[in-house]
């Protein structure tokens, strides 16, 4: 019999043999700060449903990516909240929109930061859906693909490294990569929302981008919770048309997508750990039910540990602070 001889238990004595022989580490260069931008205010504004977390005007925008750098989270993904909506998303591909001025501005100053941008229409529109309607107020696929593709453009000329398309529309990654090669971008990347799922944890969201549907639900376009081989499809359709890099979206009920699609396709994985994980949390620590910090770096490394090479998450901040520390 292995035990007495084996016992599991000396390698966990100390901290220090803890770290030896640790199998998944988090730092915060995995991490990347979510932000949402509109350029109409004068002062950040609190979302109420995300606690900590605020719509940023572009001189907020600014500083929270001088924070990120001193922290040394290494990237930002960037959503806009425009002045006025339409039926299009026209807003989108504004070259005066918030996104873009944050990204001109960011990356002007901080060169070395990675500047992702979320591609798509549904903060832009005035119905909330993530593409333009047909005359049965459907979603309208192809004829989203060029206003997608019209938005990256703008993305890439105003400085994005990384385009993030998380509208789930089909062909949209093929049509994104020929747009951007046509307007010389050859050298910007595509991060594919490629599982995204019409998931309950997106609450706090819609709040923050002002970007709940009209009418309806998104579960035409996004996926069904239930399915695992469609997410793993749906990754290597992305990856042939075109895209760099796959994102899992939400995070924590669907680390066994995120293991499935790293396993299989090889590509970099990020997670989306997303608004309704990030409020559960804050709710939770705010009534002394467990401790935020401990339950955080919990999370985020269990993401880490089931595939994802970079985590999309609102922590970003506190958890690199709290990983300095340790």
């Not at 000396?10 to 730092?27: G, K, Y």
């Not at 971008?185 to 991060?191: D, F, K, N, R, S």
Request: proline letters at 6%.
């Amino acid at each position: 019999m292995a035990f007495p001889l084996t016992r599991m238990r000396r390698l966990r004595r100390t901290p220090a043999l803890r770290e030896l022989v640790r199998e998944t580490r988090l730092d915060a260069g995995d991490l990347v700060l979510p932000i949402f931008v509109e350029a109409a205010l004068e002062a950040p504004q609190p979302i109420d449903a995300m606690p900590g977390v605020s719509r940023q005007p572009i001189n907020g925008a600014l500083s929270e990516a001088a924070e990120c750098l001193a922290l040394g989270i290494p990237a930002m993904l960037f959503f806009g909240i425009p002045p006025e909506k339409d039926a299009e998303g026209s807003g989108a591909w504004d070259p005066e929109g918030g996104v873009q001025q944050a990204i001109s501005a960011i990356k002007a100053a901080h060169p070395d930061l990675v500047l992702i941008a979320d591609c798509c229409l549904c903060e832009y529109t005035d119905h909330g859906h993530c593409g333009p309607l047909s005359d049965s107020r459907e979603v309208d696929n192809d004829a989203a693909l060029e206003l997608l593709a019209r938005t990256a453009v703008s993305q890439a000329a105003a400085g994005a490294d990384v385009i993030a398309p998380s509208d789930m529309m089909d062909g949209r990654v093929g049509f994104i990569r020929a747009a951007l090669d046509e307007a010389g971008y050859t050298e910007v990347a595509i991060l594919a929302y490629s599982a995204k799922f019409a998931s309950a944890f997106y609450g706090p969201f819609r709040e923050a981008a002002d970007g709940a549907p009209a009418f309806g639900d998104r579960r035409g376009y996004q996926m069904d919770p239930a399915n695992l081989r469609e997410a793993v499809r749906e990754a290597e359709l992305d990856l042939e048309e075109g895209a760099d890099a796959l994102m899992v979206k939400p995070a924590i009920p669907y680390l066994d997508v995120i293991r499935r699609i790293a396993d299989q396709t090889g590509a970099p994985v990020a997670a989306y750990n997303v608004s309704g994980e990030y409020a559960m949390v804050k709710a939770a620590a705010a009534v002394g039910a467990l401790d935020e910090q401990t339950a955080v770096l919990e999370l985020l490394t269990s993401i880490r540990r089931a595939g994802a090479d970079f985590v999309i998450t609102y922590h970003a901040k506190d958890a690199a602070r709290w990983l300095q520390k340790m």
